[in-house]
């Protein structure tokens, strides 16, 4: 995913800007490049690969300055070229940095070239530059020109623009990705990243949706998109929560749990807009969604949980079948292939024995495209499948996977609707469950308020040596993955069951000594799912409920109540994890056992 920083001083910025390009790296990039403005006009090194390629490129030809812009590229229109790096120029006297995805690219492109301008590279982004520099004609001041041409695009973005005729400040702007102010002393920043500028500020300023900034040494002005003046506040940085420690958490996994708000964000930046799924969020081919007509999953642990609730996913919006199997299973059967499968390979390390080798064995089958949604973006299942979507969870330390789930779900959710769309789903359809996605960062934040309230149940499983967890429909995955959290970090036997089996077997094991965990979102299978919980209730079963205010349901005899956020049904599966990871947290830290190292587990399995 594409990194901005951007910055002007009374000293030289491009080791500053460097620096901050060091610290986007774990977001994923393929190109980099930085645009200085020296006093003589702008100049600009760019480098495929990684930064150190960058650094190589100033080390041969320094070039310093005290105004400037700087990129790291993820690409998506246009291979990992040079010339479709960052900064892209109009002449040589206007560059850009861009992150995001610019929707209408197409016929803004043919209108400039119809008015002459050439194109030096594939990207969305070189319309930017070109419609600025072309609204300078008519609008000599840049910040206007920016303002000008912001109307004109349709799509996420996040920009910074340097001009050869302007010394004395850059405009930045935002509008669907992100980025900070960084505010210093005779010298300001704009980054996509806190983390990106930690090394030259700890104050900053959040832009709101569609602010335009003009960043000089002595002042940062923001305009909102109506171009009133806006005065938005500072806050500062919480060294607390650096992404290289625990901060003022005891175990990653907390810290992990926590950091679910901000990377779900990242998971879903720049790939929706207002009402779409942006397509090229799977590369420069996103043709293959057209032709998928069935899906093959295939992960472990974890990875394997998230793919079991895409099909639910799939089947219902898109309609198309989908089969998900662990790839210790699938590696070693003969598999029938259906014409126009998808083979979606998920994990959090991309480096998973089992699922590598399930991926090279269905490179030799009829598959349509190898498409894997992984974490980490340098990892061998990346560089060995055809299609990648990043889940952009940042490093995850904790070997029970929490926020790599979540995010695996974000981008299946994405995946899903994506196929739905080219499978007849309907543009106002579509509309609502990406403004449903986009409520998502704010609904987990909401479901992490039961904590202290998860934290004192917690107490309760402490002598316990079984838990039964029931679900129906996408919520039995997300039982499958709270009884899976609880047996690795506490080592409580658990099992997770459909509600709708519990008579086929585990109602055997229910007395007063198994705590029975359930997640009940309000939606058509509660009636069902209620007439469980009595079968539960009648031989003394200790219930666990977790659900939201419209079932209900609430604290009686042998009912614990714990109030989930109400949410749109296709996001219940990813808000009703969270209290699941907390519970299993607590139990662990009751029970005194290494939450972040549980016993005999291992955090990537790179051996089968
Ligand atoms: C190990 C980890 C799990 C993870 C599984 C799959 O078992 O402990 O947390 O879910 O591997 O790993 P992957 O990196 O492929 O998602």
Known sequence: MCGIVGAIARRNVSKILIEGLSRLEYRGYDSSGIAINNGNGVFAHRAVGKVQALKDKFSIEPLDGKLGIAHTRWATHGK???????????????????????????????????????????????????????????????????????????GAFAIAVVSSSDEERFIAARK???????????????????????????????????????????????????GAVQDRPISVFNHNVDATDKGEFRHYMMK??????????????????????????????????KEVENVHIVACGTSYHAGLVAKYWLEDLAGVPCSVEVASEYRYRKVAVPKNT???????????????????????LAYLTTLAICNVPSS???????????????????????????????????????????????AEKEK????????????????????????????????????????RGAMFPIALEGSLKLKEISYIHAEAYPAGELKHGPLALVDENMPIITMVPHNDMLDKLKSNLQEVAARGGELYVF???DTELNNEKNITFTEVPKVERILEPIVHTIPLQLLSYHVAVVKGTDVDQPRNLAKSVTVE
């Open 80 to 154: 990992p070229t040079e010339a479709n790096a960052h900064p892209h120029f109009s002449g040589d006297h206007l560059a850009l940095v861009h992150n995001g995805i610019i929707e209408n690219h197409e016929p803004l492109r043919r209108d400039l070239k119809a008015k002459g301008y050439q194109f030096k590279s594939e990207t969305d982004t070189e319309v930017i530059v070109h419609l600025i520099d072309d609204a300078l004609k008519t609008e000599p001041d840049l910040l206007r020109a920016v303002q000008k041409t912001l109307a004109k695009l349709e």
């Open 176 to 226: 669907g990705s992100p980025l900070v102010v960084g505010v210093g002393i005779e010298e300001n920043f704009v980054a996509s990243d806190q983390l990106a500028l930690l090394h030259v500020t700890d104050q900053f300023i959040f832009l709101e949706e569609g602010d335009v900034v003009e960043v000089a040494r002595d002042a940062v002005t923001i305009y909102d998109q109506s």
């Open 256 to 289: 992990e749990i926590y950091e679910q708000p901000k990377v779900i964000a990242a998971c879903l930046e720049g790939r929706i807009s207002e009402s779409k799924v942006l397509t090229s969020c799977f590369g420069a081919d996103s043709g293959f969604l």
């Open 342 to 364: 998808l083979f979606l390979t998920l994990s959090q390390s991309g480096e998973t024995a089992d699922t590598l080798a399930a991926l090279r064995m269905a490179k030799t």
């Open 380 to 426: 061998t299942l990346v560089r060995e499948s055809a299609l990648t979507l990043l889940t952009n969870a940042g490093a995850e330390i904790g070997v029970a996977s929490t926020k790599a789930f979540t995010t695996q779900l974000t981008a299946l959710l994405i995946t899903s609707v994506a196929i739905a769309v080219e499978n007849g789903l309907s």
């Open 432 to 471: 609502a469950l990406v403004q449903a996605m986009r409520s998502l960062p704010s609904y987990v934040n909401a479901a992490l308020q039961e904590d202290a309230h998860i934290k004192k149940i917690a107490d309760r499983f402490a002598n316990k040596h079984h838990a039964l967890f029931l679900g």
């Open 547 to 549: 659900a939201d205010k």
